[in-house]
């Protein structure tokens, strides 16, 4: 009997760390915002949210508290947003300070180290009070309600606290103003700081900013994009180096995620790609940092092995299946023979199926893959069950691509799934490759056409597959693509006629259109009256093709046994309606195939022959 599966184990482990982690009693409330120093210290929440809009969450995590310094993370990455993150850089540094997150002291080119610690981070506000002016605080907390997915408010009583005993960071930003890092009144930009340090939020919330950071700036809740995923790249690379005040160091070096805290007893932390998580525990440590937050983190990392630097050898994992189709079929059932031809001669095509994300090392290693089979005729490569390919990883297949000449045939399938970024990759590709690049819309599609071929060029009808090697040379159907032809290919007759046979009548309806492969037809009036000879490599009957519904003007006869490639004036609707610029390419040829007949005439006119 299956035991209670309906508690997900994560939501289990995460319990099991709430429980051990709740024995660490150790470390006080902040104590120099006096509105900090009364919350109650015993409130413990853990909150992790998932990038596909998961959270699991644990103890006192719907309890809000006030953001206090998390708020630089996303505040900072709101001014790159903005202002773009060369103009913040301008005023704001990126190195580790390696001292008091609220110390007075600026770099060698008075700047602000980075944006984690007070200085830089009122610098910040006060570029954002330089672009939002008397909206700032509403721009704010818009944006951090964004990352949160609900409405966020802030805590006046705090918000007195801080304003009322915050003379350090009045200092500070006294300070800034004085090396012309904001130009904006100071008391205002004071007044933003200690709001948006001021702004509840719970642990839950943490978790879905910081999933919304692990999922490169897509809220995995509300399914918005918040932000750009080079600022939350910048904002990450900072949390990573500084986000723990002093601890940033030994925290990166045990756990290993970008994360910040806050006196508020606050921690957040990223595992991109993965998950957010969050944590609120009152107590904190001499370095500031909320003490069970550090366990919890802690614990997680070991158990779980998470560590940002942490890699899986997944460099040819990509690939999920490889075969040839010796044996693999598609649906479509066929005659005996068929599959017999399949059978000796599938192995000459085969299909990669992949997954998951193909980054540039994943694609490199799909490049030497097909490399190794670059003597097959086919090759058809599966996107169905990619979820994502890096443009890095697209720059590497297009160049290998457009090394291929004649062949292998590459043929995508899947490359309209609706997960992957697919037009521009397409589009891209078609563009580099030569022969131009097939693709189908699923894997059994595209396995078809591959079997089409194979039989049409292997199969009991051989000299039908050269037929219909020669059919890509008709003047008649230049300027189709391979896949235009290849419909029809699969929409014409291949016929052999005796010497001697009339194949069209004089007054009969124009019911189809000849593509002649060998041989040669003559054209002749009722009276017998010779008007010309056709020779393979050309058309006849070509009246099918402007109407079905005019009568044949001449009678054609065959001169020699011919064999000849039969559309039908259905056939070619059904052609048209799958491809439309069909019928306009082969008009366009025809017009040019009548313009030479007609210049050759009039030369024999105007000979006088
Ligand atoms: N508002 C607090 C201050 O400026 C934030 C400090 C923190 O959370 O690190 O001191």
Redesign the pocket.
Known sequence: MNKNLTKPPLLEFLEKIHQSVSVYTSGSPADY?PELAIVNPDQFGIALTTVDGITHSVGDSSVEFTI??ISKAFVYSLAIEKLGSDEVLKKIGVEPSGEA??SIRLNDENRPFNPMV?SGAIACTGLICEYAKEDAFDVVIDFLSEFAGRKLSMCKNVFNS?NLT?DR?RAIAWLLKNNKQFDYDVEKVLDLY?KQ?SILVTAKDLSIMAATMSKNGFNPITKKRVISNEAVIKSMSIMVSSGM?DYSGEWTYRIGLPAK????GGITAVLPSEFGLGVFSPPLDEL?NSVRGIKVCQELSSHFKIHLLHSEDNAENCIRKLYDLSKIRSLHNRKPIDEKTLNLNGHKSSVIELGGNINLVQSDSLTRAISKMIDKDFIVISLEKVSEFTSGAVEILKAFLSKIDDKPQIIFCGLRNQDLIISEFYEDLSESADPEILQFDNLDRAIEWVENQIISICGENAEKGKGLQQIMSQPILQNLSSTELDSVKQNLELLEIESGKQIIALGQEADGIFLLLSGKVEIALDDGKYLATVSSGTCFGELALISPKEYRQANIFSTTSCSCAWISAENLNKIFSEFPAIKSKMLLNLSLILVDRLNKSNAKIALGT
């Open positions: 915002i206090q310094s997150f609220n007070n801080e915050g960071n200690f340090c005040y805290s806050g006196v508020g500031g």
